[in-house]
């Protein structure tokens, strides 16, 4: 199914700086059969540098590196192709998702764009129905420009996907839990029918991130990830991370990504490694957080429906505890009244800001029909339930009672 298109260029490198690379790679997989993922934030893929035994990663800003004789460099040639403070990102996220190589990318988007570049004309993907808005205009576009078809199919049952697979079909894609309404696809499930046909399971993680939920652990063959939110967390990067468990994905994704072009700056890599560190804590505060909010909107005359996967009533819950550790920071709820109405709970909050994006330290509100899925076309929003009167929450690491307090005033 995979054609390779050539190696990437590291592969082309000295002896000797292969040699160095697989040395480290091994470090790192002894490191973490004994480390926690909680000590994985912090430590993997990160030493005192070598240089002058900074604690924290430096900033390599820098486009060029030095050779040092004909062919020989160490480790490093060309930023596009490899930067240490990338590498240094790109090990500490292999090491949190459990797989065998990451590659980080300008945003979220690269992610997916440098994923999709794996296929050709004539192909098929079968993807999650609900899905983040920019996401299906991406896979709308690549479908008129590259006439790869996409089939957009609720996958709440995993078995929803077997009609839609023929001969050409090449891959599954899942978000889960998707945005905004939370619901939940059977990782697990879904691999395993993509596995006997021969498809691979592509997972995009950034609702939970590793902390919440591991992919691979379930049988998926890549992850994305948008780093601008829960894994950097502080709403001061975009960034992405395509991460993949097979060898001839691993060579193909970074053949591809410095094919495209799409690598993350140093800047940003350094940026996103400094969240990281703080990952588990933050994750915690989300969760509980949300977990208070999502019980106060649950009792709330005003509210019609809530979308949470930590409510015992929440369709999915019992597949929620099982496949993720934790339910996240994230909840949509249905306001019971018109437009209008919606447009003073936006405007209402004081501590909620009004505004796209999740996963940063402080609380977000927004309008997914007129923001997040605005992309989205309006019949592909009505299918997939995306109604005019949802309302999504980034539930921040504020104090919990003033969150519910803010809410409360909003809707009275
Ligand atoms: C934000 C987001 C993306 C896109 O990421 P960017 O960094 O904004 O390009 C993709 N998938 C999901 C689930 C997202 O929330």
Same mark, same amino acid.
């Given at each position: 199914?995979?054609?390779?298109?050539?190696?990437?260029?590291?592969?082309?490198?000295?002896?000797?700086?292969?040699?160095?690379?697989?040395?480290?790679?091994?470090?790192?997989?002894?490191?973490?059969?004994?480390?926690?993922?909680?000590?994985?934030?912090?430590?993997?893929?990160?030493?005192?540098?070598?240089?002058?035994?900074?604690?924290? &990663?430096?900033?390599?800003?820098?486009?060029?590196?030095?050779?040092?004789?004909?062919?020989?460099?160490?480790?490093?040639?060309?930023?596009?192709?490899?930067?240490?403070?990338?590498?240094?990102?790109?090990?500490?996220?292999?090491?949190?998702?459990?797989?065998?190589?990451?590659?980080?990318?300008?945003?979220?988007?690269?992610?997916?764009?440098?994923?999709?570049?794996?296929?050709?004309?004539?192909?098929?993907?079968?993807?999650?129905?609900?899905?983040?808005? /920019?996401?299906?205009?991406?896979?709308? &576009?690549?479908?008129?420009?590259?006439?790869?078809?996409?089939?957009?199919?609720?996958?709440?049952?995993?078995?929803?996907?077997?009609?839609?697979?023929?001969?050409?079909?090449?891959?599954?894609?899942?978000?889960?839990?998707?945005?905004?309404?939370?619901? +939940?696809?059977?990782?697990?499930?879904?691999?395993?029918?993509?596995?006997?046909?021969?498809?691979?399971?592509?997972?995009?993680?950034?609702?939970?991130?590793?902390?919440?939920?591991?992919?691979?652990?379930?049988?998926?063959?890549?992850?994305?990830?948008?780093? &601008?939110?829960?894994?950097?967390?502080?709403?001061?990067?975009?960034?992405?991370?395509?991460?993949?468990?097979?060898?001839?994905?691993?060579?193909? +994704?970074?053949?591809?990504?410095?094919?495209?072009? &799409?690598?993350?700056?140093?800047?940003?890599?350094?940026?996103?490694?400094?969240?990281?560190?703080?990952?588990?804590?933050?994750?915690?505060?989300?969760?509980?957080?949300?977990?208070?909010?999502?019980?106060?909107?649950?009792?709330?005359?005003?509210?019609?429906?809530?979308?949470?996967?930590?409510?015992?009533?929440?369709?999915?819950?019992?597949?929620?505890?099982?496949?993720?550790?934790?339910? /996240?920071?994230?909840?949509?709820?249905?306001?019971?009244?018109?437009?209008?109405?919606?447009?003073?709970?936006?405007?209402?909050?004081?501590?909620?800001?009004?505004?796209?994006?999740?996963?940063?330290?402080?609380?977000?509100?927004?309008?997914?029909?007129?923001?997040?899925?605005?992309?989205?076309?309006?019949?592909?929003?009505?299918?997939? /339930?995306?109604?005019?009167?949802?309302?999504?929450?980034?539930?921040?690491?504020?104090?919990?009672?003033?969150?519910?307090?803010?809410?409360?005033?909003?809707?009275?």
């Amino acid at each position: 199914m995979l054609v390779a298109l050539g190696e990437p260029r590291e592969s082309n490198d000295l002896f000797h700086a292969h040699q160095g690379r697989g040395f480290f790679v091994l470090l790192i997989f002894n490191f973490n059969l004994f480390m926690s993922f909680q000590t994985d934030t912090i430590h993997a893929g990160v030493g005192p540098d070598k240089a002058y035994g900074a604690i924290m &990663t430096p900033i390599y800003q820098s486009s060029t590196f030095v050779f040092e004789d004909i062919g020989k460099h160490r480790g490093f040639d060309y930023t596009r192709s490899g930067n240490p403070t990338r590498k240094a990102l790109e090990d500490n996220l292999c090491a949190l998702e459990g797989c065998s190589s990451a590659v980080a990318v300008t945003t979220g988007m690269a992610a997916i764009t440098s994923t999709l570049s794996l296929f050709h004309s004539g192909d098929e993907i079968i993807c999650t129905d609900d899905c983040y808005g /920019g996401t299906s205009r991406l896979m709308k &576009t690549v479908e008129e420009h590259f006439g790869i078809t996409v089939h957009f199919v609720n996958l709440q049952e995993a078995s929803n996907l077997l009609p839609y697979v023929n001969e050409k079909t090449r891959a599954v894609w899942v978000e889960t839990p998707s945005n905004p309404l939370l619901n +939940l696809v059977d990782i697990a499930a879904v691999a395993a029918l993509a596995k006997e046909r021969c498809l691979l399971t592509i997972v995009d993680n950034t609702f939970l991130s590793p902390y919440g939920q591991k992919p691979f652990e379930l049988g998926a063959d890549i992850v994305v990830h948008s780093t &601008t939110k829960y894994l950097n967390g502080h709403s001061d990067v975009v960034g992405g991370a395509v991460l993949s468990n097979r060898e001839d994905l691993d060579l193909k +994704l970074k053949f591809l990504v410095n094919a495209l072009g &799409t690598c993350a700056q140093p800047f940003d890599c350094w940026l996103v490694l400094r969240g990281i560190k703080t990952l588990v804590v933050r994750m915690r505060e989300h969760e509980r957080n949300a977990q208070a909010v999502a019980e106060f909107l649950e009792q709330h005359p005003k509210v019609k429906r809530v979308f949470y996967p930590g409510l015992p009533a929440h369709p999915q819950h019992e597949l929620a505890k099982k496949q993720q550790r934790s339910f /996240g920071g994230m909840v949509s709820f249905e306001l019971d009244g018109s437009i209008e109405d919606v447009n003073k709970v936006l405007k209402g909050t004081k501590l909620f800001a009004l505004a796209e994006s999740l996963g940063g330290v402080e609380s977000l509100i927004e309008h997914p029909a007129t923001m997040s899925h605005a992309s989205m076309d309006h019949d592909h929003r009505e299918a997939a /339930g995306i109604t005019d009167t949802v309302i999504r929450l980034s539930v921040g690491i504020e104090d919990r009672f003033d969150l519910i307090e803010d809410l409360q005033n909003a809707l009275a």
